[in-house]
C-alpha cells in the first residue's frame, strides 16, 4: 500500500502517541485545522460538522465519539469527515477541563454535590475494570460484580451527560459562528489563488504558442529565400 507505515507503530507507540502526538499537541491542532479548511465542501457543511464534533466531545461516550459525531453531522446535513476530525477538541489535554465542568454543571441541575475530578477518574478506572472482569466471567466461574459500573452510572456518568449538554451545544455554535466565516473566507482567496495561477499559465501556454508560431513563419521564410 503507498500510505503504509514502512515501520508499524508497536501499542507502546499507539498508547504513547494518543496522550501526546509526535510533534506535539500544537502541530496536531495546526494539522487538523488545515485538513477541516481543505475540506471539499462549502463553509456551512464543513462547520455543521465542526459543531456536530464539538458537541460529541462533551459527552462521557467515550469510545462512541467518532461514530455519534458521524450521526449528528450526517442528521444536521454537516460533512462527516469535519465531524470526526473535530472530536480532536476532546484530548486528554481538554479532558479534565471539560469533565469539570459538566460535572459540576450537571451536579447543580441533578441537585447532587460534585465529585472531585480524582474521584471521577477513579470512578472511569472502576467501571472499566467491572466491565474487564464480568466479561471474563462469562468464560470462566467467576461471580459478575457492578458495584463500580453502578456507583459510576449514578455518580458520574448521569451527572456527566446531563451537565455537559449545555456546555457542549454552547461550545458547538460558537465553534460554527466562529469557522463558517474563517472557512468561506479561506475557500475564497484559495479559488481566487487558483484562478490567478491558471490564467498565469495559460498566458504562459499562448505565449509560447505565438512563440513556436513565429520562429515557424520564420523558419518558412527563410526556406522561400
Do not use: C
Amino acid at each position: 500500500m503507498v500510505f503504509k507505515r514502512r515501520t508499524p507503530r508497536t501499542y507502546f507507540e499507539v498508547v504513547s502517541e494518543s496522550f501526546y502526538p509526535r510533534g506535539g499537541w500544537r502541530r496536531a491542532a495546526r494539522y487538523v485545522g488545515y485538513r477541516l479548511r481543505r475540506l471539499p465542501d462549502p463553509a456551512h457543511k464543513i462547520s455543521r460538522g465542526i459543531a456536530a464534533g464539538v458537541f460529541t466531545s462533551f459527552t462521557p461516550l467515550f469510545g462512541l465519539h467518532f461514530v455519534i459525531s458521524a450521526l449528528l453531522a450526517w442528521a444536521m446535513r454537516g460533512n462527516i469527515l469535519a465531524a470526526l476530525l473535530a472530536t480532536f477538541v476532546g484530548n486528554p489535554v481538554t479532558f479534565p477541563v471539560i469533565a469539570a465542568m459538566s460535572m459540576e454543571v450537571g451536579s447543580v441541575i441533578l441537585g447532587e454535590r460534585s465529585l472531585p475530578l480524582p474521584l471521577v477518574l477513579a470512578s472511569f478506572g472502576e467501571a472499566a475494570n467491572d466491565l474487564w472482569r464480568n466479561f471474563v466471567a462469562l468464560f470462566t466461574s467467576e461471580t459478575t460484580q457492578w458495584r463500580g459500573l453502578s456507583r459510576f452510572l449514578d455518580r458520574v456518568f448521569l451527572p456527566y451527560l446531563v451537565g455537559g449538554l449545555f456546555p457542549g451545544l454552547i461550545a458547538a455554535i460558537a465553534a460554527y459562528f466562529l469557522a463558517n466565516p474563517l472557512i468561506a473566507a479561506y475557500q475564497k482567496a484559495r479559488v481566487a489563488r487558483l484562478k490567478k495561477k491558471f490564467a498565469k499559465r495559460r498566458e504562459w501556454a499562448i505565449s509560447r504558442q505565438i512563440s513556436a508560431q513565429k520562429a515557424e513563419v520564420i523558419s518558412k521564410r527563410a526556406a522561400t529565400e
